[in-house]
């Protein structure tokens, strides 16, 4: 395999949720991530889900499930490292990185990461909220397989915040969205499951 993998981080502990798998949960009659599948799956040359714990209760997706490999849960960047080293195995470049619970993310995610990478290979998405200011999403992000091992030293180091390592790496910052629909809207609460379905119409 070349290019470019996704990787689908379904490695939190959906506390806001209750606890359990928030890319399980029914939108539109089918699970989340089933959705989150469907639209990257297209744009990659093979995918890979992040999540800890008995990877079994993901069997019926057929996708190879790495969980994190450092340990007490430090954050979303240590299911991106997961990603990065299955990738590394599989001979591919870059990673592109999706979160389980966000059902509408951008069909052409893929290509403006790519466009718009920094000097690194590194890009991360970005999105208006209502007000016009622009809010990265550290969540949706190219990753250079290159970078791992710094990734892993920084991880390692105590590093938790996204954004302090890729901006250490000049990342870049592709643009999503717009007519006042956030693509990267995620199922955090009940509430955000409700609204969901509402906004499923749109999208």
Known sequence: ???????????????????????????????????????????????VLNANGDPARFA????????????????????VLAG????????????????????????????GLQAAAGPSGMALAASRD??????RHPTFGLWPVGLRDDLRTALEGGLRKVVLWTDRHGAGVAEFGGDGFDPFFNVNTPEDLAAAEALAARA
């Not at 990065?84 to 290509?111: E, N, Y």
């Not at 209502?130 to 809010?135: C, I, P, S």
């Open 130 to 135: 209502d007000d016009g200011k622009l809010w």
């Open 60 to 79: 019926g997706l057929g996708l190879p499930v790495v969980a994190d490999s450092l340990p007490d849960w430090p954050g979303p960047l240590a299911g």
């Open 1 to 47: 395999m070349s290019g470019v993998v996704g990787v689908i981080l379904a490695g939190g502990r959906a506390t806001r949720m209750g606890g359990g798998d928030k890319g399980m949960l029914t939108l539109g009659g089918r699970r989340i991530i089933d959705h989150v599948i469907d639209r990257l799956g297209p744009q990659v040359d093979g995918l």
């Open 84 to 111: 990065l080293d299955w990738a590394a195995g599989q001979g591919a470049g870059a990673v592109v990185s999706a979160a389980a619970d966000t059902p509408f993310l951008p069909r052409d995610l893929v290509a």
